[in-house]
């Protein structure tokens, strides 16, 4: 119940900052101005099995596990605060099935609820060019999903826990108040969940994925 509030609570400041932010100046504001924006980016990203999950994906002989990754966030620009932007954000990965040996397929899908920063270290203003980014994903659940029809075995299962994101975008100005980005982000996450006959298991995963997207 607490992590659903806590989601909840994120989707809320999402929509009330990015409705703020049409009141605000331009992403290209000058000197100590502060500003706000919303951001949108969808891509590719591909995950790599640890504790937990490996041994299932590597005994299948499983294809590569990949799939879209979108994200939605908001950001702030405090006035007087130079280089650096803090945001709240929300992705989710979509995956394509990964197909194993005896007609075997798994997908691994998961969404977070992230605090976000970006360091612009070349631009004082924070508008533009090349950042770094942060991510804290205080809340993150994956769903891995196993079938074969052909034997009519089915398995399911979740958990919950939390990741670090770190990555390197560009930003780049359009007219108004929009912007083209492009970013690499490396995703860490430890989630615990319960799987039927064993208990309580540690899960540990990361993805690494390009995305593309729109400041606005």
């Known amino acids: 119940m607490k992590k659903r509030f806590l989601t909840l609570l994120l989707a809320g400041l999402l929509a009330k900052f990015v409705f703020a ?14 500003f706000t924006y919303g951001e949108f980016k969808a891509g ?12 299932k994906f590597e005994n299948g002989n499983f294809s590569t596990s990949g799939g879209g990754l979108f994200s939605l966030a908001a950001y702030r620009k405090f006035k007087n605060i130079d280089h650096f932007h803090i945001g709240l954000k929300f992705k989710s990965l979509g995956a394509a ?8 397929e798994m997908f691994f899908n998961f969404w ?3 605090f976000s920063a970006k360091y612009y270290p070349f631009s004082k203003t924070a508008a533009e060019g090349l950042y770094l980014l942060g991510d804290f994903n205080f809340v993150t659940q994956f769903t ?4 074969n029809s ?3 075995n089915f398995d399911h299962q979740f958990a919950i826990g939390n990741s670090f994101t770190l990555g390197l975008g560009y930003h780049y100005p ?35 994925a390009f995305q593309v997207g729109l400041m606005f």
Do not use: C, H, M
């Open 21 to 34: 932010q049409q009141e605000a100046t331009p992403l290209l504001a000058s000197g100590s101005s502060g």
């Open 44 to 55: 590719y990203g591909v995950t790599q099995f640890s504790d937990g999950l490996r041994e």
């Open 97 to 104: 099935p990964s197909q194993g040996d005896n007609e075997g």
């Open 112 to 114: 977070g609820t992230a």
């Open 144 to 147: 891995q999903k196993y079938r």
């Open 150 to 152: 052909r034997l009519l």
């Open 174 to 208: 359009l007219k108004n108040r929009y912007a083209l980005v492009a970013s690499v982000e490396y995703d860490r996450a430890s989630r615990r969940g319960e799987v039927q006959g064993v208990g309580e298991v540690q899960f540990r995963n990361s993805n690494i």
